[in-house]
């Protein structure tokens, strides 16, 4: 009795297990279980990483006076021929009080100028909205870390704000405080000594106070026919003793070359003479500056090439930097996004038409439909999959950029992705006008 029922148990543990398969299967061609994603709105630039050498033409500027020395100019301006770049002074209690002249100086010609403020017609609102782009300038120059031009901008919002004491009546003027400025510099004059000597620039350019040892390094006659040797030489290269007495240099031009060496997969993304590429030194500047592509060298096809890139563009970061990790932005696509997963190829139909636009026929009046393979993404519309054919314009590892509106020769069917679109990431048995639970 308990084997008969042991049976009859192991034969219905196995129709079990067999009913479950077979509903299973049939769950399973019928219903679809799917993953999607939103396609958003996307953009991308597509980079090349390396590392960079500058190479400048550079005058190196000498003191032979004995003294203290003044700069009269910052990193990056500009310096006429025979213009003064610094002066020396007897000690440096000399220089203290020249630069405590020169303040007080700028302060009275400001508050001067703003004596005659009432003469003029301003507006006390247009002053407002004036000082309120002050504040935000300055604001986004410190979230962007741009601390260099905020002593300038510190110093025009205090004269737009006594300026406003004057539109507004607040002041009548600031007669007693310009009194008082010449004050303070009559007594300071009496106290000071002249100059005794100053450095002048033998010819044009953009000054720099210091000197790296890579000065010598700049030659016109090979700087567009650098080999990849070349440049790692340089990379690799000791900086030079300066000369003593040296106080500087002047970049006599204000086209300066950044050399690099690239991969022969990278290089296929550039060509001389290309649009549109800029350059940027993450650790140097935030600033990303155009250049031109003036050459690029390279012995075969499977060799790193050298890339020779002249920028026209000078500030006082760039016109310190030498050896840098630097960036090239080649191309920047805009798009909408999607995930390499979801796309896939399928087969699209259409009416086909002659060269008038016109539906061709067969021979019994039909229309005539043409196929086609293109690749896509599956689209869910309520319950319905939808097949949208793409046209990719940037591939990475792990998604892809498609033109939101591409011309009417780009795609076969006429129908494409768009914004918000819900697209299939995950699913089985994909095809177009498969309804899904």
């Not at 309120?132 to 510190?154: C, F, N, P, V, W």
């Not at 760039?318 to 960036?327: D, H």
């Amino acid at each position: 009795m308990y084997k008969k029922w042991l049976k009859r148990a192991g034969i219905i543990a196995i129709v079990l297990v067999l009913l479950v398969y077979i509903g299973y299967q049939i769950f399973s061609s019928t219903y679809s279980q799917i993953q999607t994603e939103i396609a958003s709105y996307a953009e991308v630039d597509e980079t090349i990483s390396s590392t960079g050498f500058v190479m400048r033409d550079e005058t190196i500027l000498s003191n032979t006076t004995d003294g203290v020395l003044t700069y009269l100019l910052e990193d990056g301006d500009k310096v006429s021929k025979d213009g003064k770049v610094a002066e020396i002074y007897t000690s440096a209690s000399d220089v203290s009080t020249q630069k405590s002249l020169e303040t007080l100086q700028e302060e009275k010609d400001r508050l001067q100028q703003l004596s005659r403020a009432s003469e003029a017609f301003t507006s006390p609102d247009s002053l407002d909205r004036q000082i309120l782009q002050r504040l935000k300038s300055m604001q986004t120059a410190i979230l962007e870390g741009e601390y260099s031009e905020l002593d300038q901008q510190r110093e025009d919002l205090l004269y737009q704000l006594n300026e406003w004491q004057i539109v507004t009546k607040k002041v009548e003027n600031f007669d007693g405080r310009i009194q008082s400025l010449q004050q303070q510099m009559d007594q300071l004059q009496e106290q000071h000594s002249e100059s005794i000597g100053s450095v002048t620039s033998p010819l044009a350019g953009y000054f720099v106070s210091s000197l790296d040892g890579y000065e010598s390094e700049f030659s016109a006659d090979e700087i567009l026919s650098l080999t990849s040797e070349q440049v790692e030489e340089k990379l690799a290269a000791e900086p030079s003793e300066s000369p003593q007495n040296t106080i500087g240099k002047v970049v006599s031009s204000l086209s300066w070359y950044m050399v690099c060496n690239i991969s022969a997969d990278d290089m296929l993304n550039l060509q001389v003479g290309k649009k549109g590429v800029t350059l940027q030194m993450p650790f140097a500047s935030t600033e990303r500056v155009p250049v031109s592509v003036e050459a690029i060298n390279q012995p075969d096809m499977d060799s790193p090439a050298t890339v020779v890139l002249r920028c026209d563009y000078m500030s006082s970061d760039l016109a310190n930097i030498r050896k840098e990790p630097i960036q090239i932005h080649t191309d920047s696509y805009e798009g909408i996004r999607v995930s390499r997963k979801a796309i896939h190829m399928d087969t699209v139909s259409r009416m086909k038409t002659d060269e008038q636009g016109n539906k061709v026929l067969d021979e019994n009046g039909n229309p005539v439909t043409e196929e086609k393979e293109v690749q896509g993404v599956y689209v869910l519309f309520g319950g319905e999959l939808v097949f949208k054919e793409i046209v990719p314009l940037y591939t990475s590892n792990t998604y892809v950029i498609c033109d939101p509106s591409p011309g009417e020769d780009a795609l076969f069917s006429g129908s494409t992705i768009q914004l918000y679109d819900q697209v299939v990431i995950e699913g089985t048995d994909l095809k177009d006008g498969k309804m899904v639970g």
